[in-house]
């Protein structure tokens, strides 16, 4: 579905914070810098760019890069195993993160000292809890009130930013239940909150929801609350109730029992047009809707609302009626482009089938043109597809869509034959084709494509930067099992892999690319990654996939890690050529930050390993010059 018209634009957030000289703790910088040049927000800055305009380190020295500090967090576990996603923030000279079970510590950004710890868990029933993953923690200043917001799970933390100890004006003694104030009944359901919050004046604004199905899950309401005291100001609902806008594509009453279209991979605000923007996720169940016929507004879209009220501004639907777990994966991007000889407020939302989306701020119209193309029937009992799928003209796909029989693996004349053995057996198609009961192929599976790291833009260069995966996915159904209320239940839901665990898919299995902002060509694009025993093999640049994001300066240069041979990487922002590369004691399955400190600028990256069978770790590592 198209993009509303925003009606007449915004007021102006009038409201200076402020910044003070003072220093909270003995040990940071003793001079604070240019804000900027910090990293005060999970995606660099609140429109999410995760552009630095720090140029210390440039491609002439970025050679010279060594490890300044390690800080180990001292609570990763490999069993469960713990993963580290958070990049951390920093202000005023302070790092705060998140560590592998989700406790926030604060550093002096200079020096990796710590300088307090919180644990959510702390003394109640949330320690015997898996804390999952956690992106990271959100900032907020007022006439001198300084809070780090951070989630666990179903919780909402207010911490005073100068010691770590919960606000207890807020909530619960510092802590909202974020299952209460839902408009839905949450009885027997989860909530979880992986992605940081953001703020809007004097609002927390919070995504998050329940899972993917096929047992019932909750939906992924949008919420604004106070920030002094935690009381719900609005809430916006994801999945439309009766009279709301997008109510109508929801077939009977499945509006009251669907879940999913939730917000998990964070937001970002436009703070002089007072606009937040999510990238929704599918509702679930995630294979299945034929108990929820029809396009399931708010599900898999791009949605601007009032960040003070929560009302829609405009909406754009990048799937509909989605049945492949193709959720909005990453914050959408509020970046400013150059494009036919004008400079337009752009959002840019990146997606699990390798799309990239443009859109003008103000109205959601595509700035490159998007096409509604037929895709085919499901053969699935009940399953009721939109006959279209929109497709941007431009820029081109970022990976291969659909599957072919010519696209599997050519590794080895061994690995060849034991993908082919499961291929054949499996519907194959373009993409948006529906996987019957007995099974079938998806690509880009539900891995992307393009994932949570999103993308990064280099305004100088007017240059998008985006990391992306080759990965392919098996789907099967069977019968139901108890508690679920869907037609059909799932048998398989895995990655097509050869017999040594390789994708089963021809390489290259990663790359990064740059795309020209104002063509919507592709500037570059090189293969990211490598396995270094296929390389001792002699099979070299096959890529990986990866975990995490790119960021780029005003020095010339974007800075990626997440990729499973455990390297950190600098690449040239004008060729994509490597320049630098580091390998981490763990893979850095994150989205790196960069920031001045005591004169110096940091590079930071959580290497904290933990994904598909890899070693656990609990190491925030900082580089200098």
Not at 137 to 146: A, I, M, P, R, S
Request: aromatic fraction near 12%; hydrophobic fraction near 35%.
């Amino acid at each position: 579905m198209y993009a509303d018209r925003v009606s007449s634009s915004h007021r102006r957030d009038f409201l200076k914070q402020t910044v003070s000289n003072a220093v909270f703790f003995a040990g940071p910088r003793k001079e604070l810098g240019d804000a900027s040049r910090e990293w005060r927000h999970y995606g660099g800055d609140a429109g999410a760019s995760r552009y630095s305009p720090c140029d210390r380190i440039r491609p002439s020295n970025v050679k010279n890069l060594k490890v300044a500090w390690v800080h180990r967090t001292q609570d990763a576990s490999e069993r469960p195993a713990t993963a580290i996603e958070c990049t951390p923030i920093v202000v005023d000279g302070v790092m705060y993160l998140t560590t592998a079970r989700v406790r926030v510590q604060a550093l002096d950004a200079a020096t990796g000292r710590l300088l307090w710890t919180f644990d959510p868990a702390a003394g109640g029933g949330g320690a015997r809890r898996s804390p999952g993953v956690n992106r990271g923690v959100c900032y907020w200043e007022d006439n001198g009130d300084k809070r780090i917001f951070a989630t666990y799970r179903d919780q909402l933390w207010s911490l005073d930013a100068k010691t770590g100890k919960p606000v207890e004006s807020f909530g619960q003694r510092g802590m909202v239940d974020l299952k209460k104030d839902f408009d839905h009944d949450m009885t027997n359901l989860t909530f979880k909150h992986t992605s940081p919050v953001v703020v809007y004046r004097d609002l927390v604004i919070t995504g998050g929801g329940g899972g993917e199905g096929p047992y019932p899950e909750a939906p992924g309401h949008i919420r604004g609350y106070d920030a002094r005291t935690g009381k719900r100001r609005w809430i916006f609902h994801t999945v439309p109730r009766p009279g709301e806008f997008g109510h109508d594509t929801w077939s009977g009453d499945s509006w009251s029992y669907t879940g999913g279209t939730n917000c998990w991979a964070g937001m970002s605000v436009d703070q002089q047009r007072g606009l937040v923007f999510a990238g929704i996720g599918s509702p679930s169940f995630d294979f299945w809707g034929g108990n929820r016929v029809g396009d399931n507004l708010f599900g898999n879209c791009v949605l601007a609302l009032d960040a003070l009220t929560g009302q829609r501004k405009w909406h754009f639907q990048i799937v509909h009626h989605d049945i492949w777990d193709y959720d909005l994966p990453a914050q959408p991007a509020l970046i400013s482009i150059r494009k036919g000889g004008r400079v337009v407020d752009a959002v840019v939302q990146v997606t699990k089938q390798g799309f990239v989306f443009f859109f003008d701020r103000d109205t959601g119209n595509p700035l490159f043109p998007v096409e509604e193309r037929p895709i085919a029937p499901s053969p699935m009992e009940g399953e009721v597809l939109s006959k279209t799928q929109p497709f941007p003209v431009k820029p081109p796909p970022l990976c291969r869509q659909g599957f072919r029989s010519e696209w599997i693996t050519d590794l080895s004349p061994e690995a060849h034959a034991f993908v082919k053995a499961q291929v054949d057996g499996l519907a194959k198609g373009p993409l948006y084709t529906a996987p019957p009961y007995s099974g079938g192929l998806i690509h880009p599976g539900f891995r992307g494509g393009a994932l949570w790291g999103g993308c990064c833009f280099d305004p100088k260069r007017n240059l998008v930067f985006v990391s992306s995966d080759e990965t392919t996915n098996i789907i099967a159904f069977d019968e139901p099992k108890p508690g679920m209320n869907v037609r059909f239940g799932l048998k398989t839901r895995e990655q097509l892999l050869d017999a040594e665990g390789y994708p089963g898919i021809k390489p290259p299995w990663g790359y990064l690319t740059a795309i020209d902002a104002d063509k919507g060509d592709f500037r570059w694009r090189i293969v990211n990654g490598e396995f270094p025993e296929l390389t001792r093999r002699g099979i070299k640049k096959t890529g990986s996939n990866s975990h995490g994001g790119s960021i780029c300066t005003a020095g010339g240069l974007v800075f990626m890690a997440g990729t499973f041979d455990k390297k950190i990487r600098a690449f040239e922002s004008d060729t994509g050529r490597v320049l630098w590369e580091y390998e981490l004691p763990a893979g850095g399955f994150a989205t790196p930050c960069t920031y001045e400190a005591a004169g110096k600028q940091f590079l930071v990256i959580a290497a904290g390993g933990g994904k598909n069978g890899s070693k656990a770790n609990d190491e925030f590592i900082a580089f200098s010059l």
